[in-house]
């Protein structure tokens, strides 16, 4: 994927009865998702993430409610707050996110580039940084 944080729009179809919201694969997310997981039933206090990944890519959605998406990457720390279904934040690997504020009717949908592989995690933040460090020296 193009490797770069960045908020996306997702096409919405405006009914009087509701809205629908389409995302389609290589349209509006640059890689192919095999995995859909969500979210729900959040802790207002709680906080989630708290880890990178070291080759998955997600697209990040705020289908219900609204919470904030802390995120570093490359030394450079960015914060994000996702509040509408027809909002994406894509999230490439590499990438530190902490969630939290959470709505207490959020529900964060995320489309992953691939199948759950918990070696694909990197749950200690001094060896995200060390690895990170490591990317930068190539
Ligand atoms: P984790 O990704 O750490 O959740 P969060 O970032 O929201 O805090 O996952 C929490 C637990 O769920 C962890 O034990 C791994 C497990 N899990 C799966 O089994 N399959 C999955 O697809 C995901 C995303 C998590």
């Known amino acids: ?25 290589e349209i509006d997310v ?3 998702f095999k995995r859909a997981y969500f979210l729900h039933h959040l802790d207002p206090s ?4 708290s880890h990178a ?5 997600q697209l990040m959605i705020a289908v219900a409610g609204s919470f904030t998406v ?3 990457r490359a030394g450079r720390k960015s914060t994000f707050t996702l509040s509408s279904p027809a ?14 504020n959470f709505s207490s009717d959020s529900v964060c949908l995320v489309l992953a580039s691939d199948t759950y592989f918990e070696s694909d995690y990197i749950r200690d933040y001094s060896e995200f940084l060390r690895l990170g460090s490591e990317m930068h020296d190539l």
């Open 30 to 32: 640059p890689f192919q």
């Open 87 to 100: 909002r994406g934040l894509l999230i490439p690997p590499m990438t530190w996110r902490t969630l939290k």
């Open 53 to 57: 990944h070291k080759n998955l890519s």
């Open 1 to 25: 994927m193009n490797d770069r944080i960045r908020e996306i729009s997702l096409n919405t179809i405006e009914h009087s009865t509701g809205s629908l919201t389409v995302v389609e694969e």
């Open 46 to 49: 709680g906080v989630r993430g």
């Open 70 to 72: 802390a995120l570093e």
